[in-house]
């Protein structure tokens, strides 16, 4: 028996999902499944039954409610391209940022010494940055740690880093808000005016085209943001290090003072 031939009773198809016999027989009632073959006093499932469980489970995963579940199963039924939907969904939801990595708290201290306070370690877990595991602490993007060990290392204090998060993360939340405006407004709406699976299809393949646009428009625009602050500064600090400078004595000045 092949496993699209074979037949599960409802304890086994549960099993089989990894879901709850309960919750088989509630999706039945809510028509998000079919009714099962009988054979006397007995129910039989088979392997549709199981992909529409798996379905139903995965769109739960990506947040969507039982209603919209349904309705998204009745425009499948009538050609709605619940496929492309689950693509589309898939294409938007790969992660952007870094992956995560585990360090110990020896590795914390490597890093940031006594800077790696409870203050410190509780502002960096506000920030999402940080999430203690047990014996570990699992920092959710290496590279966002190599920058803040970096940091560090050239003597910026690791609690005006965890202050300037702040106003970064606010900053680059407007950025993103006004990207996927822009897309919804521009692209969405125009699949939702005339909707097939062969546009949200091709919606999927424009946002993955898009990653590597926006990330290059918001690298851009930083340098740019970061030139002209050098430039505004520059002549200011210039002058206050050439002031210090100048006050210093120079070396072998005291020696030379006091013969």
């Known amino acids: 028996m092949t496993p699209r031939t074979q037949e599960y009773r409802v304890a086994e ?28 006093r007995h129910a039989f499932y088979n392997h549709t039954h199981l992909e ?3 379905l139903v489970a995965d769109l739960l995963a990506r947040g969507h409610s039982l209603e919209g579940i349904a309705d ?30 585990d360090i110990d708290f020896a590795e914390m201290l490597t890093r940031f010494g006594e800077q790696a306070t409870p203050q410190a370690i509780a502002e960096a877990i506000a920030l999402g940055y940080l999430r203690i595991e047990e014996d570990r602490f699992v920092y959710s993007s290496g590279r966002l740690l190599e920058a803040a060990t970096a940091f560090v290392a050239v003597g910026l204090p690791l609690r005006s880093i965890l202050a300037l998060s702040w106003e970064l993360e606010a900053a680059f939340d407007r950025m993103a808000y006004a990207f996927v405006r822009e897309f919804r407004v521009n692209l969405v709406n125009q699949v939702l005016e005339n909707p097939s699976p062969e546009r949200l299809h091709d919606l999927a393949g424009t946002l993955t085209e898009l990653r590597p646009a926006v990330r290059l428009v918001a ?13 505004a500064d520059l002549p200011e600090v210039s002058q206050q290090l050439s002031q210090a400078t100048s006050a210093d004595p120079a070396p072998g000045d005291d020696d030379t003072a006091s013969r």
């Open 13 to 40: 198809l549960a099993e089989a999902a990894g879901v709850a016999v309960r919750t088989v027989r509630y999706y039945q009632e809510r028509g998000l499944l079919e009714p099962p073959r009988r054979q006397g």
């Open 52 to 54: 529409r469980l798996k």
């Open 72 to 101: 998204l199963l009745t425009s499948a039924e009538h050609g709605g391209g619940v496929s492309e939907l689950l693509g589309f969904e898939t294409a938007a939801a790969v992660a952007w940022g870094d992956g995560e990595v």
């Open 219 to 231: 690298d851009e625009l930083l340098a740019r943001a970061m030139d002209r602050r050098i430039h």
